[in-house]
């Protein structure tokens, strides 16, 4: 059993951390930290988390075999840094490493970055493109929630090049994905039965969207990412519209994705829109492409769910990989439905 | 026209008040506060209030000629007490005149209450109950949302002495009676799809409750009220427990409760289970008796919508009163379905 | 008073219509029909709606001197054919006499049409477009529901040119507007936390779209519609994305919008992202455009009610101005928030 | 491994029935049947539930060595005797086999039982109650979902003869208990943001939940309950109101309750209002007992998912016991929230 320890497990990405370690067979939690919270049980916090008696600390303690940083950016660098330092292998859930460009990461972040040397030995954490590297990493930054959808979507069709150079992302996201501050813009009365755009001046998850997909192709693609806000929990579904560059079939498209997503054992390239309940709990990617001749576009479809597959779940699978895990190990329940 | 003001605009049931102000053909809203958003414009704060171009100020202005205020218990006595003073009319739609007795107030309320002197002079604005006090009052204490809903469905019952002397009311509310200060736990991600108890250690308004309906009857009513948190925005639906003292056939209770409510233009007394939805973004009570035999206990169950009988509509209707405006004057608006 | 009658009250666009019949001062609702719940009284089906005692009929009665159909297409044409042959004024919801051209009516709504010599008589019922023909008109075809917004929200810039001929709209909608019928996917346990697109293939909202959009210029625009279902009983967001022509200040597109829609009563443009829960209840459209900078892109961000500006608001506006009454008569109300 | 089969997997019961089959780590899903729905792939119904290729069919497969019936009632007992006939053990969802009463189960369910010999085999499901007799049995009636969360709230105090001989169950349940049938009124727009009571004069769970507390005491327990239908998917919340017949402190009826459930692995005794999130997609039972001092009443609050302790989380418990396994075996999952 490997000890694990998870960092700012009181949001609901540590907490769902949290649930997914205590499904898994081959590891164990033996330590966690919770800012404000530190002092309080675990299920004191979080009545559904109480398969253990942990009590939330103010440092993670030294038996700690692998470490889980689920700390707001900057925060996150500062405290797993010294983890790094110490040989313990790290998965940042954070947006600290995302960014291969320090001037990108500082503009988009507005901060310093604490440990900008790190950067170099980091890995973007996308196991359906980076698997190889991931195995050899000491540090792997998790990707955004928003990213995963897109850049899943797209990259067959861009690595095909199929369409031309601008990618429009509409995205619509559960508000899970905001985090479990109080925030009086986020209260149940503001948002149950409302939608919102946001980020419409720019939004963080731009910038790593358009860093992977322009790792595909030599083409310069730019992106213009719109997120909503729906009144929904967890989940998000992600639009993509791209102008093809030539006439192609449908159901050519559709087994190009299948192709190249055959060997995936989260990714199901289906032939209706997804729904996001149909994910629900699981870290599957629901990828729908198809063609709307009229206008020549390609319009890809995904769903996923923001806690899982969007940050919890992938973190699994990163850590299944960098340890020599199954891959799917401890995150291949069935979403719940309904 | 009416000069009218608002004492802290800014919450949900000032900012409700504030549309049914302007709904209403005789009054015209002047002025209003709001504690930390002084110096924005109104639309600013609530973009669906736009009708004027109106500044929240620190105080309300001086050409007001009738106040509501909707600040918190306490800070809501020690701000109007200066209107009353001067012989402005005031209705609070805060909890500091509701209680008759100030022991209880300050039992329940923690607080040192700013004005007892005023509670001699001061009327629960419970029109069904108190039309012709309110009519001469210069300052109305707004029921509660839950008690509201509560002696409204037992007071035909209490009067007539029908039941035994324990009401055991257990309430369904929606989320925006919490306010709109921003909480952890009212968090959209926590309410939605989610149902909980709260107050069972108790809750201000179970002394309301009881001193109403002790008022009805020599009997010694004793209520256990337990508020539930349910996962909408607006609307409470009550359920209303009590033994029946003597055997009734249910129809001469409806007709009973039917005669109570006749002249009562916002009470409708019906044969079947009442929705929170029938009274979205009105006036309305429904109220719906009925027996279980089996256990000899009349049931009652009431459903209204708290932001506005529950509380802004309420308030106005007091106004139509003290005002001799006729009681229904922009009130009659019919609900929103679905 | 105007004697109307509603054809097809049983719906959500007919028990909205009567709503806001039920608000209007000049106009009286004397009959209504609702297909399989002929006999019943109107509140036994809308709890509700009870300012009448009114019984849904078979045929709406001899007094009607304006006529509101909400069936189906197809059924509507049929049925409201016999008034405007009688010369009483219709206003038809249905989509019968939305599109120009009779065979694009055929190919997408897949019927014969039954009286496509009306077609020639009836007028877009979009008044911001055709305020001066729906004047004169004797059948005013409602516009859809996703179309209002879309129309509304590209009218401006195409009109001057400023963008390419491809418009993609994402559009997201509250699930009454797929009506009130029994559907299992259309189930609260399924549709509650959930989002999904659908109509992929095709919806008929597009070629409306597209005719409208056509006519205020002679390039060819191009129309990709992707509508999306998300967790909300009202509303639709339009989020809608078109290439510039040529560099453009973002303010100088503000002014033109402004300068655009100075005189509508309904339109609001706004300069940070609408929410639907802005227009509950109410006729209001609000407008957000915005320039993304790095991909030259237009992004018009629309909200509304569809059930009110996009149904029974449009169909009340549309009879104010045929009937010349003041437009905003009885549709003036302020959204209800939250 | 045994091979299971689902009679009737395509309602909420059966394909969370499904789910929970294919967490089992001693159990195959070789067969189902699914009405309107024989002859589609499993995933064509459910995207969610693909790990199989499995088609519903006509008639489970002769290789199915444990049956669950997830039909309605009549047609279970019709569909399942079979089995019971031939030796195999059967699991029946439906409410066929929960009354020991042949009349009251005629007079509630008004339908003649179909096989009324096998009341007499069968065994009700509720392992906290009847473990040893479900070991043996062939044939295990699962509880209703109501049931189960008042009967496990009021046993502990009635066992004891704590309180008076009436309970009045107040309770709170998701909308996915009304199962998948299309219905107007369980439509997405009718339930959203609402709440309203429901078999307010007589609900089929009364005589269940009245059956079982009598069986743990002479006095004659007579129950009130009343089921209210909230905006959610998922979950009950039980608040169940019983008159103490003597004083007892709060925290001896908390170590009463803990005492009584001791070794239940489902069973949480806690000491703050629960919420039905707390168990969503978990089989755990939340039990809050409390005293309310005034009216010396004992208030019992459960919390349950309505689709897994109250539905087929029951149902793969009981087949558990029945098959020797591991009593948690499957359903260990923690909920998953928010």
């Known amino acids: 059993m490997l000890n694990v320890g998870i960092i700012n497990i009181t949001g609901y990405a540590g907490a769902e951390l949290a649930r997914l370690v205590y499904s898994h067979p081959e590891i164990n ?18 009545p559904h988390l109480e398969k253990s008696n942990m009590k939330i600390q103010e440092e993670i303690s030294d038996d700690v075999e692998f470490v889980f940083s689920a700390l707001p950016h900057a925060a996150s660098a500062e405290k797993l840094s010294q983890y790094v330092d110490n040989g313990i292998p790290v998965i940042d859930i954070s947006a600290d490493f995302r960014l291969n460009n320090l001037k990108t990461y500082e503009k988009w972040y507005e901060v310093k970055h604490p440990r900008p040397d790190l950067m170099d030995i980091s890995k973007y954490g996308l196991p359906e493109a980076y698997r190889d590297d991931i195995k050899k990493a000491k540090l792997v930054a998790n990707p955004g929630c928003f990213p995963t959808g897109a850049i899943l979507s797209m990259s067959p069709a861009i690595s095909n090049d199929l369409v031309e150079n601008l990618v429009i992302n509409d995205s619509k996201t559960g508000v899970s994905g905001a985090g479990r501050t109080a925030k009086e813009s986020f209260g149940f009365s503001e948002l149950n039965d409302n939608c919102t755009a946001y980020g419409t001046k720019g939004h963080r998850h ?17 992106v213009l990412f719109t997120p909503h806000l729906v009144s929904m929990t967890r989940g998000i579904l992600g639009t993509n519209y791209s102008i093809l560059k030539r006439q192609i079939n449908e159901n050519d498209v559709i087994d190009l994705y299948k192709e190249f997503y055959k060997n995936e054992p989260f990714i199901k390239i289906v032939s209706a829109p997804p729904a996001t309940k149909q994910t629900w709990g699981s870290n599957f990617v629901y990828i729908y492409p198809y063609i709307n001749k009229e206008t020549n576009t390609l319009v890809v479809i995904s769903a996923l769910d923001n806690l899982v597959k969007g ?8 850590m299944n990989i960098m340890q020599g895990f199954e891959e799917t190990l401890g995150i291949d329940q069935l979403p719940i439905y309904p």
Chains 1, 2, 3, 4 share one sequence.
């Open 29 to 46: 939690l033996v330590s966690a930290t919770g800012r404000s919270k530190a002092g309080l049980f675990l299920d004191e916090v979080f």
């Open 206 to 222: 731009q910038p790593e969207i358009e860093q992977e997909l322009n790792l595909l192709t030599d083409n310069k693609i730019k």
């Open 311 to 318: 940050s919890a779940g992938a973190a699994i699978q990163n």
